[in-house]
């Protein structure tokens, strides 16, 4: 109920007419309400005719009036702010941008305007939100709806007390602030405090305002703490059944929780009443394409898989899971309750969908619960995603929210999870980029105790990047420093609901301002080399790569020696490890060559192309051990390679591991490859090996019917039939 | 391949095999306009060549790249062949470079005049050889298909139509074909023309797939009749085992006839599987295969 009162300045004729039906909103009279605004509809005032339709939800037919009304009146700041309102409304903030932005050119102190910028920036988790809400108030000191943003802002800023001393000054201004009170009720909610006396003081106001509950439910959402958040949008609905932006948050969370019949339902209902924002038609068209996926169950895991790619990545997937889940039981000291769901979504866009709405999550997974959605290895150039490292981290996610309840600070799972991924190997999870870098230089770390703010409403592009990395390496510290149990022990803490300063107090002995300068003066041993190197760095492999192109490999080598350790984590594409390794094979120094790649791949470099040839110099060297070693990383990188799986499957084969080779001559089937008989063959061969002859025998037909004159399948073919 | 031709191909194999043909072969890689394309057209070009005559004694090979790239070059080569091939020989030409296509016709970029499709076409007229095949391997070469078209004589080319200007990368993988014995997919030790395309479109379609990139290549068959790829999957292109060894040896023709009458029969059988029990289908496959095996055991002795 933002609007109240704030018409009667735009058009003063009406004024106690438009003022009366918001009223009448206010106080929940809905039948009253809507004579009200059926009354305005029928006003030769186009302005006053369009706040009649917008009270009437007809958005369509007010949007018109509201273009008539400023085009009679161009000079008229008020009918552009009230306009972009509705156009804020109604999924439309790039224009309801424009239109505030046109009222402030023509009214440069227009308090409305500002706020209406405030809330598109609010929106959007942009953090100029907070300062546009301020200067709305310093312009119109009486603007409770500024006062009520910034209530909000600063709950999702996780700084509850400053919250509830916003939403008082709110209530200051206007003791029937229904939103300032749904806030002060949320944080109770929040704290799990048993009872509140804020929505039933809503309820006195407005016995029909759901909105209040829907507050709750979105901010139990943004805590990740989604059964609630749907209970409170159940609430809200109860109350106001045509409230739609409640009923898509529902569908939406419940759809996130694994429950699509309902979800779906819920945003089917939406659709059909027009209301069709981006959340609810994308929400919709993924639901459509599950049909295109396949579901694997097993005790404890459930994938989904597209059917297009099932039969190569649901083993790895799967494999990789169980791994995990008994990996975590032991770390986390616990079992799940349930089943976990992994969706895996070829198409960035279908998994995209899934964090609509949610600041700072990952780019590539998430989790809701006990399911995680992630991009397919498929869905990205090679090379560039670790999908099990990504799978680690939002299953660390799925125990930390369950150990917790959901009463965790983003900044500790996320830390948590990304030091897991490097804990489960050293050369998963991501490496020393150049943002963290430079935040490590210019002193933009974040102090522990708001940390969170750098995950859901950033201050420059690259800090929700910076604060995964910067997370990642306070649970580092503490794991080092203390325990591994330590970190465990904190987990515990939050799952009391204590602030991340007395768990930092309480867990680890010293005030907050005391970990941030120790962790800061860790992290910058740690990273001195590189730090202090980095610009000169930066300098030399440009030049590096111009004499890779064509300086001789001397020339290239010596340079290159001189700055790899500088930055030894850089292996993105033109990294010195490539260069090195280019200039030995030019000399035909393999050795050295080899040895280059090999650092390569263990500090975390994942292109295909260098790790296979890696592989072939190992292999060239007699190392098959290690060659293997190397192209079992890439399964954990970019599965869906024929070569990697036939070279993997020769080499496992060659080595006795039966049942490796067995899954990678699978996995070449699986990629559906033009040589049929001797993938079938190389099959039939793993089988035999392991033991499983009727099965082998199978391929072996297979193999056969393919080729019929394919010689090695026709001498095993003899072998086993003992001719 | 249909099954109609899965029943026809043993035997036409074997009487291409039993005549004494050449293989005549033209590789011409065309002007790359920066060092990066000269180096790479003309690497592929000198890999085809030694491939081809790594391929059998039957194949005369001519490779014209960087300097000698020219039209003069490319019309003395065919005209040579032309005197020299007869009807039981076939002919190859592979194009590699850049091309372009105005809506008319289709040329590909040489050092000093370039040559058209339709001249090349004329030029390929005079070969008086039993079957041809043309891969044209360069960006906008769907161009040069209607130009190129007629009945004996199968066109691959790396585009679909002559719009698609981008450089390609079907010559990439058409050099691998010829390479990689992935690329026998029936394991007859004889790469055909069909086989080598299909590896060629497979590996360029997953190139695009795999880099996230659009497609900007999209490569295209024309049989030069009716018999679609049939000519094409008759066409051996390079022998990469010892079949022709066997069939020399006068001692081996009733194992070898034996062996044609076995891979009729599953060539037979496959032909029934739909209507035939699965296990009635793999108990007889698996008779005839053990069968054929064991036949081909014989001749290997």
Redesign the interface.
Known sequence: MRFILTFALAVPLLSQTVEDCHKHDHFGRRAEAKQCYEKLTASTNNAARAEGLWGLRQFKDANAAFRLAVAAAPKNANYRVRWGRLLLEGFNPKDASDLFQEALEIDPKNAQATLGLALVASDGFDSKAVELANKALELDPKLTEAQELLASLALEDNTPEKAIAEAEKALKMSPESLDAMAILGTIDLLRDKKSTPWFDGILKINPVYGEGYAVAGKFFVLNRRYVEGIEYYRKALALSPDDNASRAQLGVNLMRLGFEKEGRDQLVNCFEAGYRNALVTNSLTLMDSYKNFLTFKTENTIVKVHKKEAELIQPFVEAELKRAIATYEKKYKMKLTGPVQVEVYPDHEDFAVRTMGMPGLGALGVTFGNVVAMDSPSGRKPGTFHWASTLWHELSHVYVLSATNHRVPRWFTEGLAVHEETATAPDWGDRLDPEAIRAIKEKKLLPIATLDRGFIRPTYPTQVVVSYFQAGRICDYIAKTWSYDKLLDMMHDFAQNISTAEVVEKELGMKPEEFDKKFIAWLEAQTKTTVEGFDDWKKKIRLLAESAKTGPPEVVIKAGLLIRDVYPDYVETGSVYEFLYEAYMKKDDKPNAMAQLEKYSSVGGRSSVLIKKLATLQEEAGKKKEAAASLERLNYIYPFDEELHRRLGSLWLEQGNTKGAVAEFAAVIASKPLDQASSRFNLARALKSDNRIDDAKEQLLLALEAAPGYKPAQHLLLEMSGK | MGCGLRLAFPLLLLSALGAHATTFCVTIAGLGGEPDYEQRFATWAKEIDQTLKAGGADIKSVTLAGPDATRARLRTALEAFAKEAKQQDSLVLMMIGHGSFDNVDYKINLPGPDVSATELATLLDRVPVGRQLVVNMTSASGGSLHALQKPNRTVITATKTGSEKNATVFARYWVEALRD????????EVITALEAY??AE?KTKQFYE???RLSTEHAALDGGDQSGPLLAARFSLLRIGSIQNAAKDPAKQALLAK?EE??AQ?DQL?FQKAATPLDEY?KR??A???D???T??EL?K
């Open positions: 014995s992935a690329a026998d997919t029936d394991k007859n299909k590896y497979l795999t880099q996230k062996r076995l891979e599953i496959k793999k496959l698996s005839l295969l053990l054929l095996a064991r081909q055991a290997d």
